[in-house]
């Protein structure tokens, strides 16, 4: 057993079989609820239960920050096995994770002081994110100590893309920065934006396309600029769209050496605003691990 767990959150869009072959504990990254409900991701409630409800009930759909509460009883459960934790978040631009896990490994360390755990911010998310947690759960699984890994975790940042398509317009108003006559007015133009992870963490508008195939296109093209190498490992993450998801697949693997390529689900966590349809593309090239 690795002397490092690398834990990470929901946003990272691992597929549960990964996440428990690589010895990766995965921590939900937002509460959600709808009616008098409360669920936990992938536990209580599944990412095409969520949106269903998406779909057919948006402004009822809500997700608030998971609490630094939360995340302690996680440290605290992982501590009674693990004296050295590596939590690899969502980036902090667009969630409050990274600031609840500082918050809990602050108290965790009171109350058990040889515990010692790493808050990294991805500055990403989805597959980029989850590609992050791989590589440095592999490294963990090698031996490497908490200060490697989070050299580690450091380089393969940097060296990991991640391109975002959206396939509607019509629920980008849940993140406050469109309005919901604009967004309804958007998606009935059809336009389907393209955007970038960032340096900083942030999502980045680089295109807007008006069909599907275009977009997908558009994002082989993307990923080509800006990758260093055509051998890749890739993770391609879709919101309730697994059809479109294979043949997006497919294309990359016909464009890329495609070093390893994982299929998942988009958290609903981001998928609210993003909307059904959504594709995000995470990748970056072979490590020498």
């Given at each position: 057993?690795a ?5 990470t959150?929901?946003v ?6 990964i996440?428990?072959?690589?010895h990766?504990?995965?921590v ?11 669920y936990?991701?992938n ?17 009822h ?8 509460g ?19 978040t ?10 609840s896990?500082?918050?809990a490994?602050?108290?965790?360390h009171?109350?058990?002081?040889e515990v010692?755990?790493r ?10 994110e989850g ?6 759960a592999?490294?963990a699984?090698?031996g490497?100590t908490?200060?490697q890994?989070a050299?580690?975790a ?18 980008t ?8 006559s ?11 934006p393209i955007?970038q ?10 295109d807007k396309?008006?069909?599907r195939s275009d977009?997908?296109?558009?994002l082989?093209e ?18 309730d769209?697994p059809?479109a998801?294979?043949i997006f697949?497919?294309q990359l693997?016909?464009?890329?050496k495609?070093?390893?390529?994982i299929?998942?689900?988009y ?8 909307g059904p349809?959504?594709?995000?593309v995470?990748?970056h090239p072979e490590?020498?691990?």
């Amino acid at each position: 057993m690795a002397n490092v767990l690398v834990m990470t959150d929901t946003v990272a869009c691992l597929p549960g079989d990964i996440a428990e072959k690589n010895h990766i504990k995965v921590v939900p990254a937002a509460n959600i609820t709808y009616g008098d409900q409360t669920y936990v991701e992938n536990v209580t409630l599944t990412a095409a239960q969520a949106y269903e409800i998406i779909r057919k009930d948006p402004d009822h759909f809500m997700t608030s920050a998971v609490t630094p509460g939360l995340l302690l009883d996680a440290f605290r459960e992982a501590g009674k096995a693990h004296r050295q934790i590596f939590f690899i978040t969502i980036s902090s631009k667009l969630s409050a994770v990274s600031q609840s896990g500082k918050l809990a490994a602050e108290s965790l360390h009171k109350e058990l002081p040889e515990v010692e755990i790493r808050i990294f911010d991805s500055k990403t998310c989805a597959g980029a994110e989850g590609l992050i947690a791989l590589a440095v759960a592999k490294a963990a699984a090698k031996g490497m100590t908490l200060d490697q890994l989070a050299s580690l975790a450091e380089e393969v940042r940097q060296k990991t893309g991640g391109f975002i398509y959206l396939d509607t317009l019509r629920y980008t108003y849940r993140t406050g920065r469109m309005s919901k006559s604009a967004s309804k007015i958007a998606s009935i133009l059809n336009i389907k934006p393209i955007s970038q992870m960032s340096n900083e963490g942030t999502m980045e508008l680089v295109d807007k396309v008006r069909k599907r195939s275009d977009g997908l296109n558009k994002l082989i093209e993307l990923v080509k600029k800006t990758a260093s190498t055509d051998a890749l490992h890739i993770m391609v993450s879709h919101a309730d769209a697994p059809e479109a998801a294979r043949i997006f697949s497919d294309q990359l693997k016909q464009e890329f050496k495609c070093l390893s390529m994982i299929i998942s689900d988009y958290s609903p966590v981001m998928g609210y605003s993003t909307g059904p349809g959504a594709l995000f593309v995470g990748f970056h090239p072979e490590l020498g691990l």
